[in-house]
Each structure stands twice: as structure tokens, then as C-alpha cells.
């Protein structure tokens, strides 16, 4: 009992499961029992089969959960991408009125400086809605990073994350990725493809498929990994993943 204690005590200094794989004899059942394996996950081929395993970064895809962040995260995201359309004109903007329609006095009529007043028809816009309003939030990119890791780690954890070995097009035909697709678990369910570079391919043969979002993994955000049930990665796009987001991480 005290043995295992040493154990635990050196895995909470060192944070590395291999490190207790060397230096004790310690198997795989007990590893398990105090969470020391890195998260494994299948890795598949374009035909659907399982060809191997891959060991998920710890840093990204085991990152415990705050769902507070990660709302936040999401609607700064979604406040930052509204365009704003809707825009009245006051009377100093609606074209004309520059005259005054009759006389202050002597008329029996109402007094009136302008046609373009808000009381006419025609006339300005009172109180309405102006394209000048500032909707963005600014959010510290360290907030970003974390609730990013937070929903991959949800993803990898919920059994919604793929990975590919490769993707690989012969003619670039939307049909020929769409038959890779439907041999997935992820057919006929939303799924966001991150890949590691741009492949003017594999974009254009997955765009106009239903349900099928894509992108580069250097691109990826909160609200684009919730929006979609599935997420296919390929190993090449992990390792981007690494490289982009905890380069220069503290």
C-alpha cells in the first residue's frame, strides 16, 4: 500500500505516465485505476477499418471541462461574426427637406421646419436601429486556447472525434469522398474535417456535401467543433493542432 502511495505521489510530481511505466513495475490495471494512460484512440483508413491506435496529446485532449468558459467563448464568437445590416436614417440623412413647407404663421396649419421630419411620411427615423452598434468581444487568447482544448477533450471523450490516417483523393470527385464518408461512424451526421494543410482537392470534393464542413485544423474554434457532431481529424492534423495552439503556451 505504501509502494502505491510512492506511486501516486511521483505521478503528481511528474505529470507522465511513462515515467511510472520505467521506473516501476507498475501494470497496465493499476495505471488505470489512477487515470495514468494517455487517452488512445482508433485510428481508421478511408475504407472504414480500424489499422491502428494513436495516443492523444494529454496537453489537448484531456482538459477538464468548464462549461461557464466555454459559453463565454462561444458567444464572444458568435457576437464577433454578426454583420449588421439594419440602418435608418435620421432627418439629417433621408435626402430633401431643406425648405421650409409654408410659413410659421397666418396659415391655420401646424408649424413644420421640414418635410423630413420624423412625424412625416417620408421623413427620418426616430430611435431606429443604427449600423454603428459594436457587438464584438474581446476575449484573451489564453481563455480561447483553453475552452478550444476543453471541447476537444469533450469530443475525444464522447467517442465524436475520428482520425484518418490520410485523406487522399484520386480525381478529386465530391463522390469519392463521399463514399470514404459513409463508412464512418460519422455518416449522416454533422462533421466538421479539420485538415493539416490546405488541399484544393479534398476541399472542394467536401464542400457541397450535406452535413460536411471543412477546414484547417490552424483554423479551428469553440463554435465551429460545437456546431457539428463529429469531428474528423487526420494525424497530420493533430500534430498541426500541437504546433498551433501550444506553441508559445506557458
Known amino acids: 500500500m505504501l509502494f502505491l502511495e510512492q506511486k501516486r505521489r511521483c505521478w503528481r510530481l511528474r505529470g507522465n505516465a511513462e515515467f511510472l511505466f520505467n521506473c516501476f513495475a507498475i501494470t497496465k490495471s493499476e495505471a488505470t485505476g489512477y487515470n495514468l494512460i494517455f487517452m488512445k484512440i482508433a485510428v481508421y483508413n478511408q475504407g472504414g477499418k480500424e489499422i491502428d491506435t494513436i495516443t492523444l496529446p494529454k496537453d489537448i485532449f484531456e482538459v477538464k471541462f468548464n462549461a461557464d468558459l466555454v459559453h463565454q467563448i462561444a458567444v464572444s464568437l458568435s457576437a464577433n461574426k454578426r454583420q449588421i445590416s439594419a440602418h435608418a436614417k435620421t432627418r439629417g440623412e433621408v435626402r430633401g427637406g431643406g425648405k421650409k413647407p409654408w410659413r410659421q404663421k397666418g396659415t391655420g396649419r401646424a408649424r413644420h421646419g421640414s418635410i423630413r421630419s420624423p412625424l412625416w411620411k417620408g421623413g427620418g427615423v426616430t430611435f ?83 452535413k460536411i464542413s471543412i477546414d484547417d485544423a490552424r483554423n479551428l474554434n469553440v463554435l465551429q467543433i460545437l456546431n457539428h457532431k463529429y469531428l474528423l481529424l487526420t494525424k497530420d492534423s493533430i500534430k498541426t493542432i500541437k504546433d498551433t495552439f501550444l506553441k508559445n503556451t506557458v
Open 128 to 210: 431606429g436601429p443604427r449600423k454603428e452598434r459594436i457587438f464584438e468581444k474581446d476575449v484573451p487568447k489564453k481563455m480561447r486556447r483553453k475552452a478550444l482544448f476543453m471541447v476537444l477533450s469533450e469530443k475525444a471523450k464522447d467517442k465524436q472525434l475520428l482520425v484518418l490516417d490520410k485523406i487522399e483523393l484520386e480525381k478529386g470527385k465530391t463522390k469519392e469522398m463521399a463514399k470514404s464518408l459513409e463508412k464512418l461512424p460519422c455518416n449522416n451526421q454533422t462533421t466538421l474535417i479539420a485538415l493539416p494543410d490546405y488541399d484544393k482537392k479534398v476541399f472542394l470534393a467536401a464542400r457541397n456535401i450535406k
